[in-house]
Each structure stands twice: as structure tokens, then as C-alpha cells.
């Protein structure tokens, strides 16, 4: 049967919840298309589109919620300059993915465009998705409280990527299986498996679900 929404977790719903906690300065700039707003009502904090604000002033945070739906040059100078002046500034980014599988192999995902960021200015932005410990700490909680007192061993981390499934489940001593039909090829398994020092504890060619296959 469907899996009931309130068993998944993702890292916006873990930016909610910190924007629960620690609601921003300001208003909350989001860079995203506009089905990010409905996540982002939940934090009961105001918040806009940055590409619909003339000017940035009044801002006490950006969201990088995606990597679509705004003019990547235009908005992200925009950011820079903003950060550059007003360095207490906070840049989200709930998911640090560098990219994500097409049927031409990859996109750049919201997580290459926050490197860049990072790079620009010299500082970490505050991340909420894999390899972040808080989203597999929970998830590790939510199962404990379905299931009983389980070890972190106990818990099998399937995923497609070494440097955010991988090395975020092996974080907080979770199992992890790597699968091999999504960002990581058969044909590059190796060689990020020297570059980055992570090895999974199984591999898999593909997932299957009702008899079909779904990426990892």
C-alpha cells in the first residue's frame, strides 16, 4: 500500500522545523519555484519569492529551495551582494545535492548553486539534507519509535550518491547500501570510491518497487 506522508522525511521539512525554532530576523527570501511555498507556509514565518522583491533590504534569510525557477545569474548576484553586505545573513540550503540523474546523466542540482555561494563568500551555508546528521538522527527516531530500541547498525541507508547517502548514513552508524542506477555508474564506482575514502557496505544495481524500477 502507499507509504502515509507522515513516515517521510526530508530535509525542507527539517528546515521547517528550525525555522519553528529559530524564526529569521527578516523576512525569509526564497530562490525556488513557487511549489516550495506551500513547505515553506508551515514555519509560519513571512516569506517571498526573491525574484518578485525590487530591492533586498528587510531580508533576514535566504532559501535555496531548488534549482529551478529563477534566473540563476540575475538572483544569485543579488545574493552575493546582499551577503557581502550584511554578513549575519543566513543562507539555507535544505538540500545539498550537487545534482541530480536525468535521461541524459546529470543536472546541476540547488547544492552546486550553494558551493558556489560557499566559495564566493567564504563561509559555510546551514544545511538541513544529507550528509547532515540531524535528518538521519530523526529518521533513526521515528523508526525507534515504531519499532522499538533498534542500534543505528540495524538501519540499512539505501541511496545513489557516496557523498551525501553514504557518508551521511556511515555518520550516525547506520548500514548503507549504494545504489548503482542513479548519480553513481557502475563505470565510476571506483573511481569516486578512491576520491572521496567511502565505501559502502553493499551495492546494488537497481531498486525495484511493484515490479518496476525506481531510481535510488
Excluded at 523508526?143 to 550516525?172: C, H, I, K, Y
Aim: with cysteine; glycine share 12%.
Amino acid at each position: 500500500g502507499l507509504i502515509p506522508s507522515e513516515r517521510f522525511v526530508s530535509s525542507g521539512l527539517m528546515l521547517v522545523e528550525y525555522l519553528r525554532r529559530e524564526p529569521p530576523s527578516g523576512l525569509l527570501a526564497y530562490l525556488g519555484p513557487a511549489r516550495a511555498e506551500p513547505l515553506l507556509a508551515l514555519a509560519g514565518c513571512p516569506f517571498r519569492a526573491l525574484g518578485e522583491l525590487e530591492t533586498l533590504e528587510g531580508v533576514g534569510a535566504i532559501a535555496l529551495m531548488d534549482e529551478e525557477g529563477f534566473d540563476w545569474e540575475r538572483e544569485l548576484n543579488r545574493v552575493v551582494n546582499h551577503a557581502r553586505a550584511h554578513p549575519e545573513l543566513q543562507i539555507y540550503v535544505p538540500n545539498p545535492d550537487l545534482v541530480y540523474p536525468t535521461e541524459s546523466g546529470v543536472g546541476l542540482a540547488a547544492g552546486a548553486l550553494a558551493a558556489l555561494l560557499e566559495a564566493v563568500l567564504g563561509r559555510p551555508l546551514l544545511s538541513f539534507g544529507k550528509p547532515a546528521a540531524p535528518i538521519f538522527r530523526h529518521a533513526l527516531e521515528l523508526a525507534r519509535a515504531e519499532l522499538g530500541q533498534l542500534s543505528p547498525g540495524e538501519v540499512l541507508m539505501v541511496g545513489d550518491t557516496l557523498t551525501t547517502d553514504v557518508r551521511g548514513g556511515q555518520g550516525v552508524g547506520l548500514g548503507t547500501a549504494l545504489v548503482l542506477s542513479g548519480n553513481t555508474t557502475p563505470e565510476a564506482l571506483e573511481r569516486q570510491i578512491r576520491a572521496s575514502g567511502l565505501r559502502p557496505d553493499h551495492l546494488c544495481d537497481e531498486v525495484r518497487a511493484s515490479g518496476s524500477s525506481r531510481r535510488g
